[in-house]
Every structure is written in C-alpha cells, then in structure tokens.
C-alpha cells in the first residue's frame, strides 16, 4: 500500500524552508547562537536516525482491517460520534464557557482563555478525530452514498466555523490541508499541469484579496496606504527579530499597482511568519531558565484531563515562556519539556513515527493512514511550528490513535 511518508515530509519541510531563507529579503536581528543550531541539527539527525531503527525492526502480528463486512454499520457508528463531538465542543465552547456568535474574534478568545476548560470539551475534541477518519473510510470502502459524504463535510464546516469564531486560522487550514492529502491518496484530486494553473491563479487572487484586505483594516489607524505597508513590514508579530530588507520595502511602496503591491507585501509577511521561528527558538534557547516542565507542556492536554478529573480544576500558566505567542519550530516546546535531551525525544519521536509506518505498509493497518497523514504535516513544518501544541494538534493525534484500534476491534467483533 502506498502512503505518504512522514520522513520524506520532514526532509521536503527543510529543503523548502532552506529555500524561502535563500530568496526572502529577510535578515535576522538576533544572533542564532552555536548551541540552538546544534540542538536543531542534533535533533533533526537523531529523529531521522530513530525513524530508521523502527524501519527495520520486525513488525508484530496484527489483525488485518481489511474485512468490509458491516463497514457501512461502522461508518454510521462513528458518525454518531462525530454528531457527538460537535454536541459536546458547542456545550462547552457556547453554553459552559459562554462564547456568543455576535462577539468579535478577540472577545471570544479572551472569553475562552480565561475561562476553565471543562472535561465535556477536553471530551469532545478529542474524539473530533471520528471525522477525519470516517471522511477516510467513506473513500476507502467505496460507499458511494453521496448524502454520507455530505454529512461529514457539514460536520468539518461547523469545526472550522467555530474555529473562525475565536479568530484561529491554523485550525482550519490544517483541517483543509489534511482533508486534501486524503483526496490526494484516493487519487480523488491529481496533480495535473492543468488544474494546478488554475489553482495557482485562483490562490494568487485570494492572496491579494486577504492582503488588501489587511492593508485596509491597518489604514484605519495609521492614515495613509504607505504608513499602512511600513507598519505590516517592519512591526509585524513575528517580525522583532526578523526584518524585512529596507531595499525590498522601499521597491515596495514604490509599486504603482495597489494589487501587484499587495502582492509583495503578503509575500514579505509570509516569509517572515515561515522564517521567524529559527531566531526565536535561539532566543528561547537564551532565555528559558524555569526547570523542564517534562512533558507538561506540549502534552498538555493529559494533564489537564487528569487535574480536572483528580485535581479539582486546571490552571494553563505560561509564565515560564520567555516571550509567548511566538513560534519557536517544532523544538522549542519540546526543549521547554527536555532541554538539552530534546534530540533524545526526537529520536524516540521518530521511531514511533517508523513503526506508525511500517504497520500501514506491512500489515495493511489503514485506520492509521489518517494519522499518518497529520504526521507529514506536522513533519514538513517542523522549522515552523509546533502542531503538537498549536492547531489542536495533540486532541487530533490522542483521537486517531484511540479512534483506529476502536474501529479495529468492532471490526473483529462484527466479522
């Protein structure tokens, strides 16, 4: 069975970082230190070196999932769980926690951030995953009942709408993307130089509309179009340590077209999100002196679920982060949890990625697909972002994993 590999998305991830680094009028105004470029290099060998050790250790027996018999049952079974899903994460997010659909993205982040989260909505997002999988298994066993197709794509706009109610956009986006590389490996979409021309196009436009949409919005307290851009360009969130090259922002206002203008600026604020978190994670790496938090951190929804359960509550405090709501790669949580045995993690990190793998390939196990999936992503962005802890991503992981050997064992039960 061919699938996506998580180790080839890590390797694609740095080879397209280098290159954005190489063309991007972007220069760092923090000094990268010896020690942060050998932990990511470190961490980066060790992850591949571990991913290898599980390639080539023997797989275990396990029971095939291929037996198609009482599939559409299942399919229904794990429908009701994502219907389940939605109903516990709008309890929570509307009626416990109090987020009203009139408020602005702001005040509802606000609301949530500083209310407690309750075991109904740890609950909910965790068992999310349901629709990923059964969008999955809709494609995998060839249902061709288009109403349950329809119904698990309502179900995914109503996570996204919620999403865009507390003004996330990594949530919906990686949702997006993880439901295109699933339509990528049924083959549902292709790549072809045809619609790839016009998806470039289509993407090209849109990316202009949100730029000018931006330049907009920030003219209304700087004044003019040209104050509007310097603002974008030079004190952006991400940009304190990462600046744009004076020559490109003076080429910039210098453009006569307000779309092709808005072009580069969007062009130069995406390089400086993709690019600043190297010379955070060597800031962090600096200034980070509270004990390691040993897995508290980028796992924090395990000790949140067993606080609340045991604990009588949960508090998430921050304070231990040098500068917070900066990205700092994927390493820089995980040095929070580890510091200076964070290569080690990666290593085990990969090795469980290998046997994840392996289990697909060897053994057919394709209720792991999906996660196998979310892997790619998160490995290819790894210069970037952690999706471990941003993004939702470990309700996403913590849901698949559980999600699969469910539906294997019904499966077992029902065969």
Same mark, same amino acid.
């Given at each position: 069975m061919k699938v996506y590999s998580p180790r080839n998305a890590a390797i694609y991830g740095i080879l397209i970082w280098i290159l954005f680094y190489l063309i991007s009028p972007i220069s760092y105004s923090y000094p990268i230190s010896s020690v942060s470029i050998i932990l990511l290099l470190g961490s980066y060998l060790l992850f591949f070196l571990g991913y290898s050790i599980g390639s080539k250790v023997k797989h275990l027996r396990i029971i095939s999932t291929n037996s198609r018999r009482n599939s559409i049952k299942l399919y229904y079974i794990f429908l009701g769980i994502s219907v389940l899903s939605v109903l516990c994460l709008f309890i929570d997010s509307f009626v416990i926690r109090g987020i009203n659909i009139n408020n602005g993205?702001? &005040?509802?982040? &606000?609301?949530? &951030?500083?209310?407690?989260?309750?075991?109904?909505?740890?609950?909910?997002?965790?068992?999310?995953?349901?629709?990923?999988?059964?969008?999955?298994?809709?494609?995998?066993?060839?249902?061709?009942? /288009?109403?349950?197709?329809?119904?698990?794509?309502?179900?995914?706009?109503?996570?996204?709408? &919620?999403?865009?109610?507390? $003004?996330?956009?990594?949530? /919906?986006?990686?949702?997006v993307i993880l439901i295109i590389l699933i339509l990528f490996h049924f083959k549902i979409i292709q790549l072809k130089i045809k619609y790839l021309f016009y998806l470039g196009i289509l993407g090209i436009l849109f990316f202009i509309l949100l730029t000018e949409t931006f330049i907009s919005r920030t003219i209304e307290f700087t004044g003019t179009r040209e104050q509007a851009i310097i603002f974008i360009l030079k004190k952006g969130t991400y940009l304190d340590y990462t600046k744009i090259d004076e020559s490109f922002l003076s080429f910039v206002i210098s453009i006569d077209s307000y779309y092709l203008q808005s072009f580069f600026v969007g062009l130069a604020s995406f390089y400086g999100y993709y690019l600043h978190s190297i010379v955070e994670f060597s800031y962090l790496i600096d200034h980070f002196d509270s004990p390691a938090r040993l897995g508290s951190h980028t796992f924090f929804v395990i000790a949140k679920f067993f606080k609340i359960i045991f604990g009588g509550g949960y508090e998430l405090t921050l304070n231990y982060v040098p500068r917070p709501g900066k990205y700092t790669t994927f390493f820089g949580d995980i040095f929070m949890d580890f510091k200076y045995y964070t290569p080690f993690f990666m290593m085990l990190f990969g090795y469980w990625q290998s046997r994840l793998y392996k289990s697909v390939i060897a053994k057919n196990n394709y209720t792991i697909i999906p996660?196998?999936?979310?892997?790619?992503?998160?490995?290819?962005?790894?210069?970037?972002?952690?999706?471990?802890? $941003? $993004?939702? $991503?470990?309700?996403l992981i913590i849901g698949l994993i559980l999600l699969s050997y469910m539906y294997r064992f019904l499966t077992q039960i029902k065969s």
């Open positions: 993205a702001f &005040e509802n982040r &606000e609301i949530l &951030e500083n209310s407690t989260p309750s075991i109904i909505g740890i609950f909910g997002n965790i068992i999310k995953a349901s629709v990923f999988l059964n969008f999955f298994l809709y494609f995998q066993h060839n249902f061709r009942k /288009p109403y349950l197709l329809y119904a698990n794509y309502a179900l995914i706009m109503y996570f996204i709408f &919620e999403s865009f109610l507390t $003004g996330s956009r990594s949530i /919906p986006f990686f949702y996660l196998i999936l979310f892997l790619c992503i998160l490995n290819f962005i790894f210069p970037v972002f952690n999706l471990i802890t $941003g $993004g939702k $991503g470990i309700y």
